[in-house]
């Protein structure tokens, strides 16, 4: 090297940090994950629930009828109920008093088909959802294929709208269990109870969700799907990963507000409806696939109780800002803005204000580009004008470069050469860092918008001209090609191409033609809103550049001396 690292164009390291971040957020979407708190010891081992089983292929001969117990409480043949509200359709079945579907009606998965939130390819390790988990001391009875008594409020049978109750019921004459779903009809909200006893004593029992949740048939859905508590003495939402709790499921309890299950858009929330009780949450793991993709993951799941009797309101739904408000306040803090939420929150309600006026959330990104890109030109422009001084210096730092050429990195010449450098800025009121603050100001908002796209479900599925998902990587036109990234690379080439250069080195300035491409490349897999937004920025910026490119020049009365070397100061 035959210039210090301190004498190298700022606008290429802000260039080259960006790229870097660039690899960040590429790696960080694909292999990192949150720290999850430490597994604690292993738990007691119990049973876990069973699926519902086939019908035998032959009917077996007939035995001799027994008498059931005192007491004893049971269906005499299994029986499925179909609840419809007008936001989703639950399946339950009175064999173990589970949901064996729950679809929502007003969300479609990439096949076009109401969402479905069970992994219905887990079930057969996991159970179903609302099954009975006792954890210390379960009674020998299988609860979760025991067939339970039901009672409905509803003159219809099997096919129920709401409003609607139903109670299940089952007792062996010393195990009583009940499970008692209310559903509404407007609302995503559903009231559940359960009660079991052995003999006169309750049994503390939690209510399970494992295996899975959410739309299955995203890419890598297993990493998306975490459990989650609400502390309020800390103030935050805490959330479990699957990974913590691959050896040995993780406990947490507290009197939290509420602790559910998620997946990147949707989320399964329980709220006790006894206030004071403290709630228990056990994170779970399981290697499974999903309908679509057999291929083993690593899901989480969940199981809630309160130590006794539980009486929840339970939340299914989508993780939808306003509705998440409407049920309790706290709820909302479910869609995690991460660390640039102070940017990425406003954002979101700036990006939702403005899709109030336009419809489509496509042109609603360009609008609040646009907005961003002029609140911050006058920073632009002074910058601007920061790097036409440096251009116009560069001939001098040539000079003193030269003349400090062929020294060793380590000679004590190289701070002389230094000093020289920064009197020469000073001298002529240059900032040295003026030329990348644009760059840097815009990193920022770069990762608050990939996180808006990330976690707000208001983008998921969200269509612009050809582009059909804004929260998703463009999809490929003729089997390989994407036009959002080209339109990005080819406009990051003609923006690069109107601003000024402020290094004279050769090798720099090649370096410099690159980082359109290298940006390209990072950007080509991300999603199709987040490549919008740079590339409207890229247009707002030659138009901004065309403007200043036209001011006058800055006046600069450069001291040359002989051979095009600089005079000395005067004293």
Sequence with gaps: MNEEPDQK?????????????????????????????????????????????????A?????????????????????????????????????????????????????????????????????????IYVRDNPPAADLNQALYRVETNSAAAGRLSAPVELTFRWSDGNVQARKIFRFSKPSYLVEVESHLAQGPAPLPHLLTWRGGFGDAAVSDAAR?????????????????????AEKAPVPNSGNYLYAGIEDLYFAAAFLPLDPGRSLQLETSALHTGTPRDPKKQLFAGAAVGLGGDNRFLVYVGPKKFELLRSVREPLAQIIDF???????????????????????????????????????????????????????????????????????LRDPKRSEQ??????????????????????????????????????TIDLRHAGWLWVKDLSSPETYMFGFLRVLPIL??????????????????????????????????FFYSLQSGLVLYWLTGNLVGIGQQWFINRLPEPEMDLEMGRKGKPKKPKN
């Design 488 to 521: 990005m690379i080819a406009t990051q080439f003609w923006y690069q191409k109107m601003t000024p250069t402020t290094t004279a080195d050769p090798a720099q300035q090649k370096m410099m033609q690159f980082m359109p491409l290298v940006m390209g490349f």
């Design 59 to 131: 009917t077996p001969a007939p035995t001799p009828a027994v008498k059931p117990p005192a007491g004893a409480e049971t269906a005499a043949a299994e029986q499925t109920f179909i609840v419809e509200t007008d936001n989703y359709r639950v399946h339950l079945s009175n064999r173990g008093a589970v949901v064996t579907s729950w679809t929502l009606k007003n969300y479609k998965d990439d096949a076009g088909a109401p969402l479905e939130l069970i992994n219905t390819a887990s079930v057969a390790e996991a159970g179903y959802p609302f099954s």
């Design 418 to 455: 230094n000093q020289e450098v920064m009197a020469l800025y000073q001298k002529y009121g240059v900032n040295p860092i003026g030329g990348c603050l644009p760059m840097v100001l815009q990193l920022p908002f770069f990762f608050a918008f990939y996180t808006v796209l990330t976690v």
């Design 338 to 408: 991460g660390f640039f939420g102070f940017i990425a929150y406003p954002l979101f309600l700036m990006l939702s204000w403005i899709h109030r006026y336009v419809p489509n959330f496509g042109w609603a990104i360009v609008v609040l580009t646009i907005f961003i890109n002029f609140v911050l030109f006058p920073l632009k422009l002074k910058s601007m004008k920061s790097m036409k001084r440096m251009q116009k210096l560069q001939p001098l730092i040539k000079n003193i470069n030269d003349k400090y050429k062929g020294m060793g």
């Design 224 to 244: 998306t799907v975490k459990t989650f508590y609400f502390d309020p003495a800390r103030g935050k939402l805490e959330h479990v990963e699957a990974s913590a």
């Design 9 to 57: 164009s700022i606008q290429l390291r802000a260039l080259l940090a960006f790229a870097l971040s660039a690899v960040v957020l590429f790696l960080y979407q694909h292999f990192m994950a949150k720290n999850a708190p430490p597994p604690p010891p292993p738990a007691a081992k119990t049973s876990t629930p069973a699926p519902l089983p086939k019908a035998p292929a």
